[in-house]
């Protein structure tokens, strides 16, 4: 085992030690924005939660900055915070809930050491919900399940545990137990200690609630048969062995759970206590050939998502770094893996929503924003000494087409400029092709709201208004140039160079894909990667 004495910077492994890094997931509506603002606001981040007054009024929302997610009360992009809880640095990334966007919350997956998966009490687990957690099982990621909204109408607390078993196969092993049904939320138990929290309102949720303790006599007198119920069902999860083991939970085989109300700030600061106590530090990633990275290896870190926009006094884009190994210094050069060139980190930001500071350091589990790094792209690994590539995010196989084009023809600089920009983001697939011509591409996506992203950034970042033609393609498949020849003129089909230099071909319907490879056997049609919108999300 490696010891701190055996490193040459004992402080990288000191440092890796102390953080939790973690994606808020869930289905849309569920409450993870809110949940996002209660963690920051019990962390003593914020000093008062801007996402507690419903959609109309997210203006103060951290994790929410785009005018689109404001305007229409959804997350439509993944954002970074960081913040200090006692001892531990947390690294929070919350993510867009809508499958639309399924590509941005996979990235941000791939970045994250633990999930935290929020479940609407009266809906349970939802198709969303359920397609996050097999993306979660996939990447071995430990989950800690979140019953939200308990002061609301809901299910029942066993019928829900009954739900989580059965349909994702992870046995369910709650930390605390409602007192009160939900709706009627009077705190909540602590298995552990046998204690009663109770839950205590404030204004609006906007400002911290603190949460009273008492003991079970006390708890008896007070809540009566609402208590009585809490502890024997508590007994039934007992005599079911559904109690906390941190090997089983970090082996992806349990996840703990916790109920809670995040509009109203009460179970948070158990939340937070928990991630402290039992998220995994960041630890030893595997590169691509399969070999750990460990933490205490010299610096390496791969992008996972590059973001322009976010702050309107800044006209420039950052790259999201996970730091995965050493010390990240500004200033310090590092190499980029998929060039071998290297290149100086001036300009790294620590992030919190759309707010940046300069920071000098950073450690293993962190994510840091390196400005106008134009050469990295999503996916690519840099490291200082020993040469390192992670392995690469896939890409989606889009399944809606739009041909784009400038209103004003004189923006074409604009226009162009933006559409390579929102590219290089990997906001949106852009296609070209020599009939249609370099001027007119082609946008793949994997849902329909991401054409509305890139038309509402197009007009704000980039003054350029568009205008979008629905194309009759459900179906784009990776080919040769031998085999784009054949399909060339043939009905039904089109094909397109990626911006990548894949070549794309897109076919109206699955049956019509179908009855091509039957006339065609020999054809090059390949699924564009192994991961699809389907399978993850």
Request: charged residues 25%; hydrophobic residues 40%.
């Amino acid at each position: 085992m490696t010891t701190v004495a055996d490193v040459p910077n004992p402080q990288v492994p000191r440092e890796a030690l102390r953080r939790r890094t973690f994606a808020v997931i869930s289905h849309p509506d569920a409450g993870k924005s809110t949940l996002t603002e209660a963690l920051l606001l019990h962390a003593r981040a914020i000093t008062s939660a801007g996402a507690t007054h419903g959609k109309a009024g997210r203006s103060g929302t951290v994790s929410d900055w785009m005018e689109m997610e404001k305007a229409r009360g959804i997350s439509v992009t993944s954002a970074a915070i960081q913040f200090e809880y006692h001892d531990a640095v947390i690294n929070l990334v919350d993510t867009p809930g809508h499958a639309d966007f399924s590509e941005d919350t996979f990235r941000v997956l791939s970045a994250v050491d633990a999930a935290v998966m929020l479940v609407d009490a009266a809906k349970g687990l939802e198709p969303q919900t359920m397609k996050l957690f097999a993306v979660c099982k996939q990447r071995g990621l430990p989950v800690i399940t979140v019953i939200n909204k308990w002061d609301r109408p809901g299910d029942t607390p066993l019928a829900l545990m009954d739900e989580i078993q059965t349909r994702t196969g992870l046995l369910p092993t709650p930390l605390n137990w409602p007192v009160g049904e939900a709706g009627d939320l009077r705190g909540v138990l602590d298995r552990r200690s046998g204690d009663f929290l109770r839950y205590t309102r404030t204004a609006g949720g906007a400002t911290v609630a603190e949460s009273v303790r008492l003991d079970a006599v006390d708890a008896a007198i007070e809540e009566g048969s609402a208590w009585t119920s809490a502890v024997e069902e508590s007994e039934l999860l007992d005599a079911e062995s559904q109690n906390h083991d941190s090997e089983l939970f970090l082996d992806g085989q349990t996840t703990p759970v916790l109920f809670c109300a995040a509009v109203a700030n009460f179970g948070v600061q158990q939340l937070l206590d928990t991630l402290v106590e039992f998220a995994p530090p960041a630890e030893a990633r595997i590169d691509i050939d399969g070999n750990p990275r460990q933490v205490t290896s010299p610096f390496s870190g791969f992008v996972f998502k590059v973001q322009s926009g976010m702050n309107s006094a800044h006209r420039d884009h950052v790259a999201f770094v996970r730091v995965c190994s050493g010390e990240f210094r500004r200033g310090m050069v590092v190499t980029h893996a998929a060039t071998g060139r290297p290149f100086a980190t001036k300009y790294a930001q620590q992030l919190f929503g759309k707010e940046r500071t300069v920071t000098d350091q950073a450690w293993p589990g962190d994510i840091v924003g390196l400005v106008n790094a134009s050469a990295l792209r999503v996916g690519d690994s840099i490291f200082e000494d020993e040469r390192v590539e992670f392995p690469p995010l896939p890409l989606f196989s889009p399944e809606h087409f739009r041909a784009i084009r400038p209103v004003d023809s004189s923006k074409h600089k604009q226009f162009r400029r933006g559409i390579d920009q929102l590219d290089h983001e990997g906001i949106i697939q852009v296609m070209r092709s020599e009939v249609r011509g370099e001027q007119a591409p082609v946008l793949g996506a994997v849902g329909p709201m991401q054409f509305e992203v890139v038309e509402d950034r197009m007009v704000h970042d980039f003054h350029a208004d568009i205008r979008m033609e629905a194309l009759p393609y459900q179906v784009a498949r990776k080919t040769d140039k031998e085999s784009a020849l054949v399909l060339a003129g043939t009905r039904q089909v089109e094909v397109f160079t990626r911006s990548d230099g894949t070549l794309l071909a897109l076919f109206s319907t699955p049956w019509r894909l179908q009855a091509i490879i039957k006339e065609n056997p020999k054809l090059v049609l390949i699924d564009i990667a192994n991961a699809t919108a389907d399978d993850f999300m």
